[in-house]
């Protein structure tokens, strides 16, 4: 798994390519996102375009990042996310939690 | 202990790299099929869940160790056995509903994922030591290979 990030202005899109399954290999996205908050960033838009899949230890991971930004008053929501972990999402209810969007800019837009 | 001809058999090590083995084994062995992409994304999310329990809470990483994969059936069904070495699992306390209070836990959603996506899921001690869990996927086939209607098993 690889991560990048960008930011559109006071939004921080992050970027993942691969799988998110928990484990060493999933540290980088649990690192990047504890970096974001310490840094102070309130609003961050995961990008799961490039994801090809998520396990349960992947989904807890971003429910880590979602708890914590929330107990900080931000808010962590997810963009492109592919029709495999939409029904993950689905079936775990998360989606119930988890804000996401097809689009960037619109995305972008929701957290003014 | 003899095995079906048509059983495929794999040996993994228990390392979560290699679940991106198990999904594409068990999504090309349903493929071949000629599966609704649906059911043959929910067969491998399942046995993901399924081969992550059996490194993780199975084998507990222990070095050496390996799950066994094996599969078998046609286009009406596929079984997936996933095998761990370890002492065993008690999957009880995981089998139920979730709630409310569940939905933001960290962990402990993979036997649900794997009983919402699967027809049939059953654990049962394996050949050797350790917990075979055993996941049923009854696939349509895409309505394209069918004659235009959706046949389901």
Known sequence: MTIQQRDIGDVVVVDVHGKIMGGPDSDGLKQALRDLMERGAHKVLVN???????????????????????????????VHVPPRIESLLTVTKLSTIFESYRQEDEAVRSFA | MPQPADQVELRIPSQLRYLAVVDAVVQAFAADF????????????AAIEAASNAM????????????????RGDA??????????????????????????????????????????????????GQGHGTCVRLVKHGHIKAEQSGGTSTGA
């Open chain 2, 76 to 125: 009406g069904g596929v079984e997936v056995e996933i095998e761990d070495q370890g002492p065993g699992f008690d999957h009880r306390p995981y089998e139920r509903e979730l709630t409310a209070d569940d939905l933001l836990k960290l962990r402990g959603r993979g036997i649900f994922i794997m009983r919402s996506f699967m027809d049939e899921v059953s654990f049962a001690p």
């Open chain 2, 34 to 45: 000629g599966w609704e992409a649906d059911d043959i994304n929910n067969l491998g999310t």
């Open chain 1, 48 to 78: 799961l375009g490039d994801v090809t899949w998520i396990n349960s230890s992947g989904l807890g991971i971003l429910i880590e990042g979602f708890s914590e930004l929330r107990r900080q008053g931000g808010s962590l929501k997810l």
């Open chain 2, 56 to 71: 993780e809470h199975g084998n507990r990483f222990a070095e050496n160790t390996n799950v066994w994969l094996r599969m």
